[in-house]
């Protein structure tokens, strides 16, 4: 009998911890926030929630730069509250996901501290890629390599007696060092990690950088640097993607059923994974590595049905065809917000972007496989776009002076209830101010005034999460392309269910005669509205 695994068609909701919920005052939300938010959570009808990264660290990519992969950060709580949360959420039925950052540590961590007090080829520094510079004076870096998130990936260390000194590696900024996963020491101190958070009761992980951890052994030049630099994604062949990662998921995944084998609970691995093609990503998931992926490409996609056809057909056949499940993903905290992504060029106040979105959300839950939500997408809160220079956090705009692809207008704080900013979000003093400045506007998306209007983007994420409960043609499975107009996508899945998204400004006609079960907008019977998804029994 082919046994459900829970996760291969679970809905999973990105709690970006500073930005949820403060119960400290301070205008950064923190565990205990998030612990208040559950019945939310709850209510709205997700699987179960992925928490970014909460553990120590100097903030400087607002996390992402781990000091202590065993411990929480005093802005976010401690180990205590880390234990209340775990326990309510799983009196309430929620699983808990953590963020691990395996390709890069910060540069507070001990064991760097260790490595630059180090000599040049000690077991310390070791643990990272230290390499001695080009040029006559080693003032070179040692390869072309550009980082992430701008400027070159090496940087130069002062050595202990005061010399100009080796140059050490960062795929992203300098005060994120990247581990060497060839060092077998760093490879059973994640083991420590795992087994830490497990011991905790902790559902599985959200693995960030995914194709990282291992670089090419010998370093070499990049063919195209400048190819690397024009993108976030891992485009560098050399510094992504090495074949000795698929080892490293293979152990991870045998420690998670470890853990099954002792308790019956299925643990959930989904990696961030961002390689060139949806065969290159099948990779990840096979039976014995990750459970999940992100998929992007859909993600990626421009309002198109071309394109979201491509897309969803790709996965289909490359990852769901392997027997893996495709995760689907619209939203996170490195995005431009889907109503604002997908409103552009339109004049703004039009709706078309909110409509746009929307209806992608229909389409996403209605795919096979397993979907995740990003916090606020259920409210369908727009993208910031006009936040202030002095309150950009993002390192990118540190790094690169651009703001073009800068991600703090996605991780402003959320909207709970009243008219004015904090907007409930910190409960501390009336002065308190969150740590990003929301707009006025939020006021129309505050989760109070989102629940009690039943026209909001928050029922139809509920509505449509509880029909993907209770109708077995949802989840897992697979879907049929049913033919339309141009401008149109239709498919069926299992038994007659029929999902389709109008992505055209124009009504077409609906491919199923009557009331839809739930659209993402007014849908009379046997029209489906521009810029508008439904989905139907077809009982023909
Ligand atoms: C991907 C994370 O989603 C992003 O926020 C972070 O900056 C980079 N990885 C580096 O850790």
Not at 76 to 101: C, N, P, Q
Not at 224 to 230: L, S, V
Not at 370 to 375: D, H, L
Not at 506 to 513: E, M, R, S
Request: proline fraction near 9%; charge should be negative; include cysteine.
């Amino acid at each position: 009998m082919n046994r459900h695994h829970w996760w291969r068609d679970a809905v999973i909701y990105q709690v970006y911890v500073r930005s949820f919920l403060d119960s400290t005052g301070d205008g950064i939300g923190d565990l205990a926030g998030v612990r208040a938010g559950l019945p939310y959570l709850k209510k709205l009808g997700v699987d179960g929630i992925w928490l970014s990264p909460f553990y120590p660290s100097p903030q400087h990519d607002h996390g992402y730069d781990v000091a202590d992969y065993r411990d929480v950060d005093p802005v976010f709580g401690d180990l205590a509250e880390f234990d209340r949360l775990a326990a309510a959420a799983r009196r309430l039925g929620v699983k808990v996901l953590l963020d691990i950052v395996p390709n890069h540590c910060s540069s507070e961590h001990p064991w760097f501290r260790d490595a630059l007090a180090a000599a040049p080829g000690s077991p310390e520094r070791a643990r990272f890629h230290f390499a001695d510079g080009r040029g006559p004076d080693g003032a070179e870096p040692p390869n072309n390599w550009h980082a992430m998130f701008g400027g070159p990936a090496w940087t130069r260390v002062t050595e202990p007696d005061g010399s100009p000194g080796q140059w050490y590696l960062h795929m992203f900024t300098p005060e994120q060092p990247d581990w060497n996963w060839r060092d077998p020491e760093v490879a059973a101190d994640f083991d420590r990690t795992l087994r830490f958070w497990l011991d905790r009761g902790v559902d599985g992980f959200r693995i960030d950088v995914a194709a990282g951890l291992f670089k090419h052994p010998a370093l070499p030049d990049s063919p195209d640097p400048e190819a690397d630099a024009r993108t976030r994604d891992s485009v560098n062949p050399l510094a992504w993607n090495q074949p000795e990662v698929h080892d490293v998921w293979r152990h991870w995944r045998a420690v998670c059923e470890e853990y099954t084998a002792r308790d019956g609970r299925e643990r959930l691995m989904v990696g961030e994974v961002s390689v060139p093609t949806a065969r290159e990503h099948a990779r990840y998931v096979r039976a014995d590595e990750l459970h999940q992926a992100f998929f992007f490409d859909l993600l990626g996609a421009p309002w198109d049905d071309d394109a979201f056809r491509k897309v969803i057909t790709e996965a289909m056949q490359d990852i769901a065809g392997t027997g893996s499940t495709v995760t689907w993903v619209l939203n996170n905290h490195d995005q431009v917000r889907t109503v604002t992504r997908y409103g552009e060029p339109a004049p703004e106040g039009s709706g078309l972007g909110a409509a746009r979105a929307r209806a992608a959300a229909l389409l996403m839950l209605a795919l096979p496989g397993a979907a995740y939500i990003y916090q606020g997408e259920e409210l369908g809160l727009p993208e910031v776009v006009d936040l202030p220079d002095d309150v950009l956090t993002d390192p990118i705009f540190r790094r690169t002076g651009s703001r073009a692809r800068i991600r703090d207008g996605c991780r402003v704080p959320l909207p709970w209830s009243g008219q004015a900013s904090p907007f409930g979000f910190t409960s501390g003093a009336e002065s308190a101010k969150p740590w990003l400045p929301q707009p006025e506007y939020f006021a129309e998306y505050a989760t109070h005034r989102a629940l009690a209007d039943t026209r909001s983007s928050w029922h139809l994420y509920r509505d449509g999460l509880q029909l993907r409960s209770a109708l077995p043609q949802l989840g897992e499975g697979t879907l049929r392309w049913l033919d339309t107009q141009p401008g149109v996508l239709a498919f069926s899945r299992g038994d007659g269910l029929v999902c389709a998204v109008n992505f055209t400004a124009a009504p077409v006609p609906a491919p199923v005669p009557g009331t839809p079960l739930l659209a993402s907008g007014p849908c009379p019977p046997g029209v489906l509205p521009g810029s508008t998804a439904a989905w139907w029994i077809d009982g023909s």
